[in-house]
């Protein structure tokens, strides 16, 4: 991904600050999760360094491959490497691509690979281009809506996006296209760290032609009587800087203590006054925020009082405690994709209640 122009287009504006390139190493996982057992036709709109192009003709080396980017020093070097068999330095969202394209009014792609810009657009609605124009969405939906317009019957699209486009009201009318047209799924779970200069979670995803999974169903509001378990927020809250380790076993469990599937440490409890909400022995702790791992989904041995970046969750009765706890660990890729946000990702009482009907089926 590389995005240095000024104006992408008629809607979004976007400055240098969002180039962010993927890595070697991110690129290889991507393509890992190709379906397709030797596409001929591959191409990356938003080329940026390389990396993907470079990833794809390493893995499928008699492939045709097209790179474009609107940073002509990116493309620069990408066509001094001899990385991509036809290349472009366009506006790829823009309304006049296609009569530019030195390729595109050929045939379509099987491969489309796509790490497209996300940093710094906000709540800026975005318009793609192409038979989806009226769409209005986030900055790296608008690329992969307009990809659409380029990927071949039974190709894929495999793409690095931002975990904010799975719930964000911004990217309602692209999930909704996503969801009645074409089969999207999610490949590899969100997780921070890989951009350092964007604070952002980013999660892969795989678009095929046909109906999808419902993964991104918009659903009516969930009624929780009768459910066989209770959820529970924690509320006792400390300033990062004022947490102090206990080293006794009373003390507030917070996200950092919980890891390798057990309680690690405790904090002091803050002296204010207020009645703390504790988790019930034999409830499974996890965060509410942050990233998920599953080292952070706990069992609690006895009764703990919970911060307020922490849920519990507690069966009726010891057979449901255990049906709660393997659901949560054997469709763990499917939990922690629910985690969405700006900022540090978060889940809701109602994702994770809708997430543990469809799980153990109730």
Same mark, same amino acid.
């Given at each position: 991904?590389? /995005?240095?122009?000024?104006?992408?287009?008629? !809607?979004?504006?976007?400055?240098?600050?969002?180039?962010?390139?993927?890595?070697?190493?991110?690129?290889?996982?991507?393509?890992?999760?190709?379906?397709?057992?030797?596409? !001929?036709?591959?191409?990356?709109?938003?080329?940026?360094?390389?990396?993907?192009?470079?990833?794809? *003709?390493?893995?499928?080396?008699?492939?045709?491959?097209?790179? $474009?980017?609107?940073?002509?020093?990116?493309?620069?070097?990408?066509?001094?490497?001899?990385?991509?068999?036809?290349?472009?330095?366009?506006?790829?969202?823009?309304?006049?691509?296609?009569?530019?394209?030195?390729?595109?009014?050929?045939?379509?792609?099987?491969?489309?690979?796509?790490?497209?810009?996300?940093?710094? &657009?906000? $709540?800026?609605?975005?318009?793609?281009?192409?038979?989806?124009?009226?769409?209005?969405?986030?900055?790296?939906?608008?690329?992969?809506?307009?990809?659409?317009?380029?990927?071949?019957?039974? &190709?894929?699209?495999?793409?690095? %996006?931002?975990?904010?486009?799975?719930?964000?009201?911004?990217?309602?009318?692209?999930?909704?296209?996503?969801?009645?047209?074409?089969?999207?799924?999610?490949?590899?779970?969100?997780?921070?760290?890989?951009?350092?200069?964007?604070?952002?979670?980013?999660?892969?995803?795989?678009?095929?032609?046909?109906?999808?999974? $419902?993964?991104?169903?918009?659903?009516?509001?969930?009624?929780?009587?009768?459910?066989?378990?209770?959820?529970?927020?924690?509320?006792?809250?400390?300033?990062?800087?004022?947490?102090?380790?206990?080293?006794?076993?009373? &003390?507030?469990?917070? /996200?950092?203590?919980?890891?390798?599937?057990?309680?690690?440490?405790?904090?002091?409890?803050?002296?204010?006054?207020?009645?703390?909400?504790?988790?019930?022995?034999?409830?499974?702790?996890?965060?509410?925020?942050?990233?998920?791992?599953?080292?952070?989904?706990? *069992?609690?041995?006895?009764?703990?009082?919970?911060?307020?970046?922490?849920?519990?969750?507690?069966?009726?009765?010891?057979?449901?405690?255990?049906?709660?706890?393997?659901?949560?660990?054997?469709?763990?890729?499917?939990?922690?994709?629910?985690?969405?946000?700006?900022?540090?990702?978060?889940?809701?009482?109602? *994702? %994770?209640?809708?997430?543990?009907?469809?799980?153990?089926? !109730?």
């Amino acid at each position: 991904m590389s /995005t240095t122009c000024q104006n992408m287009s008629p !809607v979004g504006r976007w400055s240098q600050s969002d180039a962010q390139y993927t890595s070697p190493e991110l690129a290889s996982t991507l393509l890992s999760h190709c379906g397709l057992r030797r596409p !001929v036709r591959i191409a990356d709109f938003a080329a940026g360094n390389g990396s993907l192009i470079r990833a794809a *003709r390493a893995r499928w080396t008699d492939a045709f491959l097209y790179a $474009n980017d609107f940073d002509v020093a990116s493309m620069h070097e990408i066509k001094k490497q001899s990385l991509a068999s036809a290349t472009d330095e366009l506006d790829f969202i823009d309304s006049e691509f296609i009569n530019k394209s030195s390729i595109l009014n050929e045939k379509k792609f099987c491969l489309i690979l796509l790490n497209p810009p996300f940093s710094g &657009g906000g $709540n800026i609605p975005f318009k793609p281009r192409g038979r989806f124009s009226m769409l209005r969405c986030s900055k790296p939906m608008s690329f992969i809506i307009t990809a659409l317009e380029h990927l071949a019957d039974h &190709g894929e699209i495999l793409a690095i %996006l931002p975990t904010t486009t799975l719930h964000g009201n911004l990217d309602r009318d692209a999930r909704a296209l996503l969801r009645e047209k074409y089969d999207f799924s999610i490949t590899k779970s969100p997780e921070y760290g890989h951009f350092p200069r964007v604070d952002a979670s980013i999660y892969m995803a795989r678009i095929r032609s046909g109906n999808s999974s $419902n993964f991104f169903a918009e659903q009516a509001p969930l009624a929780t009587d009768g459910l066989p378990w209770r959820i529970t927020r924690g509320n006792a809250s400390i300033a990062r800087k004022n947490r102090m380790i206990c080293d006794s076993a009373v &003390g507030m469990v917070h /996200t950092t203590g919980l890891r390798d599937g057990r309680i690690v440490e405790r904090y002091e409890l803050p002296n204010d006054g207020r009645v703390y909400r504790r988790s019930p022995k034999g409830s499974i702790l996890l965060p509410r925020v942050g990233a998920l791992k599953l080292g952070s989904i706990v *069992r609690t041995s006895r009764t703990e009082v919970m911060s307020d970046c922490l849920f519990s969750i507690k069966g009726h009765d010891a057979s449901w405690d255990m049906a709660i706890s393997s659901a949560l660990r054997q469709r763990f890729s499917e939990l922690a994709s629910l985690f969405a946000g700006t900022g540090a990702p978060f889940l809701t009482v109602e *994702r %994770l209640q809708r997430f543990l009907i469809k799980a153990i089926g !109730v």
